[in-house]
């Protein structure tokens, strides 16, 4: 409403140059912007390979304790399958069953923290399994990870990681292994641990 009572009070001729000229009015506002965008200095350059290398090497870290965390829990449980890959002991954890030296709130706990590792999981597979690259795309500086198990295949996919996504991350996996060790320091119920498969009973 308020721009139609302006166009009203304008001349026939000032009202025409208003409608064709409006390509003209934006020019100019568009080249200030430009011009103030350009007195900007340019950005710093973004992380070197130094950098990512120590960024790769603490996510991993992120992911040892978790894993440490996990073997933790099911030690503590019984479990004596403790070193198949991270994603094996993910799924055995998550399907042990309240009993008394596992209680059913540790176990709620400890299946919302796995929920949020396993989608995690491919991530770590292609660090873990992939020389790292560092490549700059669209300004912005990347690692670059190819898997060893799909460099066969003739268009391989690749894992990008920013500096910024490392760092978060490594937070993430950092924060759920510190819920899964407080699950683990939680003492033992008083009953006694799980009987291995063949011990021997009682008298």
């Keep these: 409403m308020f721009q139609m009572r302006c166009i009203v009070r304008l001349s026939p001729g000032a009202r025409r140059r208003a409608i064709y000229g409006l390509r003209t009015i934006i020019g100019p506002f568009s080249r200030t912007i430009m011009n103030a965008v350009s007195t900007i200095k340019p950005s710093p350059p973004g992380p070197g390979i130094d950098a990512f290398h120590r960024a790769r090497s603490r996510c991993l870290d992120a992911f040892a304790g978790a894993e440490a965390a996990v ?3 099911m030690a503590r449980t019984g479990e004596s ?5 991270l994603g094996a002991k993910v799924e055995a954890l998550a399907k042990l069953k309240p009993d008394p030296t596992y209680s059913n709130n540790a176990k709620k706990t400890v299946d919302g923290e796995l929920e949020k590792l396993r989608p995690l999981l491919c991530v770590r597979a292609d660090i873990v399994h992939a020389r790292m690259e560092i490549v700059t795309i669209d300004g912005d500086v990347h690692a670059r990870f190819a898997n060893a198990a799909v460099l066969w295949h003739p268009y391989p996919t690749f894992r990008l990681l920013n500096y910024r996504q490392f ?3 490594t937070a993430t996996v950092e924060a759920i292994a510190a819920k899964l060790r407080d699950v683990a320091s939680v003492s033992r119920a008083s009953s006694p641990p799980r009987p291995s498969p063949g011990a021997a009973g009682g008298p």
């Design 81 to 85: 399958n403790l070193t198949v890959p």
């Design 71 to 73: 073997v933790m829990i």
């Design 167 to 169: 760092g978060e991350l």
